[in-house]
Every structure is written in structure tokens, then in C-alpha cells.
């Protein structure tokens, strides 16, 4: 069995409220991809979080001086898919967690690789599952994922939310973002369920 697949096993919680994960992986329009193909996940926000400044937009973040990192929050329900399987989806399809401070084509500290956890519980798992992963070797390079608290997530602007399934033809997006996908469906197929898309060009 694939070791991101065997690690950290956690069960749902039958009757557990709704949660909420924060993940930073690079452009949040992939991310939110993957995850809103994800059986049991609510709703997925793209935004901005580990920064210093308030309310910060798409162009100051870019800029890499506002010290957040595109990111998104996912809503999911716990007695369907655990906080555990959603890190090994994040390891294993949404991104590259040995790409420090870039991912793929876009390079700088806004496009880090972090866990930002709201609980005690969740930073506990989030460290464990990281240690586990990196004592393993599955990784060839270094595990730089960052797991830090979570102040404040600032929702995007909102041509952002949902930029995949609206714009399923952007370049971007068909040769750095579909493959996210498509690997989540080889991968978790018990876990992924097709999102209706409203496309436009």
C-alpha cells in the first residue's frame, strides 16, 4: 500500500459537526480544485492566510511583502471524510510539499506549502502525519510544508472562488491544475464525486 495512503488512518466521526481544514499549497485555484472534488467536503473558499496585514488583496499578496500565502479553507463533514484523509489528499495530489517558497511555475513566499491549523487536535495530527512522512523517505526532498496557527483567513476576491470549474479551458488551469484532479479520481476513487461545471471562456 502507498505509504500516503497508510499512514494515519483516521476513521470519520459519526455525528460530528462540520470542521474546517485550512491548507496553503501554492495557486489556490488548484487546490480548491482538488478539494471541491472531494466526497464530504461542504464548501472550499480560496484566500489568503499567515500574513500580517488586514483584508489584503490579490495584487498585495502577490507581491510577497503582505507575508500570506494563497490558500484554502474546507469546510467538510467529519462523519463522511477525516481531517487525516484530507492531509493525505493534500500531500499525495494537491500539491508538492518539497517545493520551498514556489510551486510549479509560480515562485515566492505567497506560494508556500503550510498547514494552518485552529485547534490544538489539529496541530498535533498535522505534526505527526509530517513526521511520519518525512521518517518514511517516501519523499526524495525534504518535507518543507509549514504548519503554523491559523489568525485569520481572508476569502478572496470573488472571481477566484471557483475559478476551475468556471474556467475550465484556461491554460493555467488544463495543464496545472486538471492533472490535480484527475490524479485525486486514480487515486481516492471511493473518495471523488464530479462537481457540475458552469464554464465560460
Not at 11 to 21: F, I, N, S
Not at 83 to 95: C, D, E, K, P, Q
Not at 104 to 125: H, K, L, M, N, W
Amino acid at each position: 500500500m502507498n505509504v500516503l495512503f497508510a499512514l494515519l488512518l483516521a476513521m470519520p466521526h459519526a455525528h460530528a459537526a462540520p470542521d474546517t481544514a485550512v491548507f496553503a499549497g501554492g495557486c489556490f485555484w488548484g487546490v480548491e480544485a482538488v478539494f471541491e472534488h472531494v466526497r464530504g467536503v461542504l464548501r472550499v473558499t480560496s484566500g489568503y492566510a499567515g500574513g500580517s496585514v488586514k483584508s489584503p488583496s490579490y495584487e498585495e499578496v502577490s507581491d510577497g511583502t503582505t507575508g500570506h500565502a494563497e490558500s484554502v479553507q474546507v469546510i467538510y463533514d467529519p462523519s463522511q471524510v477525516s481531517y487525516g484523509t484530507l492531509m493525505r489528499i493534500f500531500f499525495s495530489v494537491a500539491h508538492d510539499p518539497t517545493q520551498l517558497n514556489r510551486q510549479g511555475p509560480d515562485v515566492g513566499t505567497q506560494y508556500r506549502s503550510a498547514i494552518f491549523y485552529d485547534s490544538d487536535a489539529q496541530r498535533r495530527e498535522a505534526a505527526a502525519y509530517v513526521a511520519q512522512l518525512s521518517e518514511s523517505k517516501y519523499f526524495k526532498r525534504p518535507i518543507v510544508t509549514q504548519i503554523a496557527a491559523l489568525t485569520t483567513f481572508y476569502p478572496a476576491e470573488d472571481y477566484h472562488q471557483d475559478f476551475a470549474e468556471k474556467h475550465p479551458l484556461h491554460p493555467y488551469i488544463v495543464v496545472n491544475d486538471r492533472p490535480k484532479v484527475v490524479a485525486l479520481k486514480k487515486q481516492f476513487p471511493e473518495l471523488y464525486r464530479e462537481v457540475e461545471t458552469t464554464a465560460s471562456r
